[in-house]
């Protein structure tokens, strides 16, 4: 028989006090993370987050369709899109920051991505947000820009498959402007358009397309969304106002098009709408400023286009203040700094202060990236910092999150063995309809979820709740929604660095030159085949020894008919493939879903990642019109 022993409070404390101290050990012993493992979980979590019809491959099983009307009753498909955290309201603003965000981190680190074999779940993450803004812009100088109302939503504790909740959606237009949210959704759409360009350039276009008319409306119509929208003012105020976004989204579509009339645009606008003015210290899906004050400072390290030169010193004068941010991140900056918690943590609110975290480790990253292949470092009021030390500052706030922290819990849920398991989230915490049929109503749910002690029945893998306080404490419990919460604007900047992480430091190859390659190269069909394919490489990288090539096969239709069904065998393929749907036979394609037919003289883009040779295209089957 065991022995008999009196929990005494002080007994319960040092008990207490002794898990948490070896959780922080192992913790504390970990020398490297799974990062590519927490970039798998960081995407699924926009899975969760899903509103619409969800597709057949959709991971997250305790979800299922949900709100499939949405502005049907003001005469708009607004289904889709995704609901902003534990609730269910569609914000159009920092959904649009989310989408600008995850596009940016494809746009820097594809290269890691496709080592992590989730190149392909970025981009269809991205693409879930964009097709539902491409819904949302039903004409030029019109946005809708959030389906559901906050108060009542908040009034209710449900599941999104059976919400019971009004849905009513409200736009902004020339009568009711909203620069900020309008210009944000043109960044999103922009950045968007960047990274889809390799891919699948006809959705690219009709992206920019968009982001074109909606940058020109919220130019040309300005105003604040949350005086315009009072339904918006309490939950994603625009504080910072408007005239920043309005330089995002110029930036952005400089970026993706290099036209430097918008480059002009924000040179022009720089000092007046508090470019070169403001010297902050968050990066948020408020305030924009220090995000685009390194985003230009990137045109500075790539030289710019032919007239960028023009534009140098206002160029330089955004780096000087994206230089400011990055030093009081990392504590060079003559006492201007961000605080610290003790345990290491960047700490700028008590309220989900994790987002400021992802926020600010990306921008660190990228510009140490940036650094690293100009070979230059950052050279801060209190000493220079070589990119490798940006980077490991970045890995350590990364790390924390991670569970590398006093507590020794991950603050990303579903990844380790310790992480939160009371997450304020409304799906996670109620048995899925699978597992319970019966309607959850409003009150019920708080009865018996919202103020349950139980753990989630369903885990929320990826999510990354708002975090510890500012002593790095931490209360794991479904009514702490400051610091139990998750949101997809706090998710989507660090995806990226997840991927980053997960490859080779900075600097390691980006020097190294390309090593030689010939690709085939056929210019001429082949006997009865339809079509002209021409095989080129335009980029290639070692990452972690592997040597990858990006492979672009355009198949041109010379049998001059329109081809309406394609089926072709891709033999020899070992890395990811756009322009193309699998078939049911091994190696087999056929057309995408967005393109049923491909007229005389026109050509398919075909893409390819992989190490080694490069595969084996041939046409087995094809009808025309």
Same mark, same amino acid.
């Given at each position: 028989m065991a022995r008999s022993v009196t929990k005494t409070p002080a007994t319960l404390l040092l008990v207490a006090a002794l898990l948490l101290l070896a959780a922080a050990a192992a913790a504390a012993n970990v020398s490297s993370y799974d990062y590519? $493992?927490?970039?798998? /979980?960081?995407?699924?979590? &926009?899975?969760?987050?899903?509103?619409? =019809?969800?597709?057949?491959?959709?991971?997250? =099983?305790?979800?299922? +369709?949900?709100?499939?009307?949405?502005? &049907?009753?003001?005469?708009?498909?607004?289904?889709?899109?995704?609901?902003?955290? $534990? +609730?269910?309201?569609? &914000?159009?603003?920092?959904?649009?920051?989310?989408?600008?965000?995850? #596009?940016?981190?494809?746009?820097?680190?594809?290269?890691?991505?496709?080592?992590?074999?989730n190149l392909q779940r970025a981009l269809d993450t991205i693409r879930w947000g964009t097709n539902y803004f491409i819904k949302a812009h039903t004409e030029p100088n019109g946005l809708w820009v959030q389906v559901g109302d906050g108060d009542s939503d908040h009034l209710c504790w449900e599941r999104a498959e059976g919400m019971s909740t009004p849905r009513t959606a409200f736009k902004i237009d020339t009568n009711h402007p909203g620069s900020d949210v309008a210009g944000e959704t043109a960044a999103a759409l922009a950045a968007a358009a960047k990274a889809f360009r390799p891919y @699948?350039?006809?959705?690219?276009?009709?992206?920019?397309?968009?982001? %074109?008319?909606?940058?020109?409306?919220?130019?040309?119509?300005?105003?604040?969304?949350? @005086?315009?929208?009072?339904?918006? /003012? %309490?939950?994603y105020p625009s504080e910072s106002g408007y005239q920043d976004e309005l330089l995002w989204a110029a930036a952005w579509l400089y970026e993706a098009t290099g036209d430097e009339e918008y480059l002009r645009y924000v040179s022009q606008n720089a000092e007046a709408f508090g470019g070169t003015g403001w010297s902050v210290l968050e990066f948020s899906w408020d305030n924009k400023y220090a995000g685009l004050q390194v985003l230009l400072s990137k045109v500075? &390290?790539?030289?710019?286009?032919?007239?960028?030169?023009?534009?140098? +010193?206002?160029? %330089?004068?955004?780096?000087?203040?994206?230089?400011?941010?990055?030093?009081?991140?990392?504590? =060079?900056?003559?006492?201007?700094?961000?605080?610290?918690?003790?345990g290491g943590l960047l700490y700028v609110d008590d309220w989900n202060n994790m987002q400021y975290v992802s926020s600010s480790t990306f921008l660190l990253t990228v510009y140490a990236d940036y650094l690293a292949v100009s070979r230059g470092a950052l050279k801060c009021p209190d000493g220079e910092v070589k990119p490798a030390e940006i980077v490991r500052f970045a890995k350590s706030q990364v790390d924390y999150v991670l569970g590398k922290n006093p507590k020794g819990m991950s603050y990303m849920v579903g990844y380790g063995s310790y992480f939160p398991t009371h997450v304020h989230h409304r799906g996670a915490s109620i048995p899925s309809v699978s597992a319970v049929k019966s309607i959850v109503g409003c009150m019920d749910g708080f009865d018996k979820y919202y103020?349950? =002690?139980?753990?989630?029945?369903?885990?929320?893998?990826?999510?990354?709740? $708002? $975090?510890?306080?500012?002593?790095?404490?931490?209360?794991?419990?479904?009514?702490?929604?400051?610091?139990?919460?998750?949101?997809?604007?706090?998710?989507?900047?660090?995806?990226?660095?997840?991927?980053?992480?997960? #490859?080779?430091?900075?600097?390691?190859?980006?020097? #190294?030159?390309?090593?030689?390659?010939?690709?085939?190269? +056929?210019?001429?069909?082949? %006997?009865? #085949?339809?079509?002209?394919?021409?095989?080129?490489v335009s980029n290639s990288w070692t990452t972690n020894g592997v040597e990858y090539y990006r492979h672009v096969v355009t198949a041109k239709n010379t049998c001059g008919h329109p081809i309406t069904y394609l089926k072709l065998h891709i033999k020899e393929l070992s890395g990811p493939i756009y322009g193309v749907s699998a078939a049911k036979e091994k190696d087999a394609y056929e057309f995408p879903p967005w393109l049923t037919r491909l007229g005389a003289g026109e050509q398919l883009t075909i893409v390819y990642i992989q190490g080694g040779p490069a595969a084996k295209i041939s046409v087995v089957n094809y009808k025309t019109a």
């Open positions: 590519a $493992g927490a970039f798998d /979980k960081c995407l699924q979590f &926009f899975e969760a987050q899903r509103s619409g =019809k969800l597709p057949a491959d959709h991971r997250v =099983k305790w979800r299922g +369709d949900s709100a499939l009307t949405d502005g &049907f009753s003001q005469g708009v498909d607004l289904v889709g899109g995704y609901y902003d955290s $534990g +609730d269910h309201v569609k &914000f159009g603003f920092p959904m649009a920051y989310a989408v600008t965000m995850l #596009s940016w981190g494809v746009l820097e680190f594809e290269k890691e991505m496709v080592a992590a074999n @699948d350039s006809m959705y690219a276009d009709l992206l920019l397309l968009h982001a %074109k008319q909606l940058f020109t409306f919220a130019d040309t119509f300005r105003g604040r969304y949350d @005086d315009s929208l009072q339904s918006a /003012k %309490k939950f500075l &390290f790539q030289g710019g286009g032919a007239g960028a030169s023009a534009y140098a +010193d206002t160029l %330089k004068q955004f780096q000087a203040k994206a230089e400011f941010f990055l030093c009081a991140c990392l504590q =060079k900056n003559n006492g201007h700094n961000i605080k610290l918690t003790p103020n349950s =002690k139980g753990a989630d029945p369903n885990v929320l893998h990826g999510a990354i709740v $708002g $975090g510890p306080d500012a002593n790095d404490g931490f209360v794991d419990d479904r009514c702490n929604y400051q610091h139990a919460e998750p949101t997809i604007a706090g998710n989507a900047p660090i995806c990226g660095v997840f991927a980053r992480l997960a #490859s080779e430091p900075a600097g390691a190859s980006d020097n #190294s030159p390309a090593p030689a390659y010939s690709p085939p190269h +056929d210019s001429s069909p082949s %006997k009865g #085949s339809p079509l002209e394919l021409v095989h080129t």
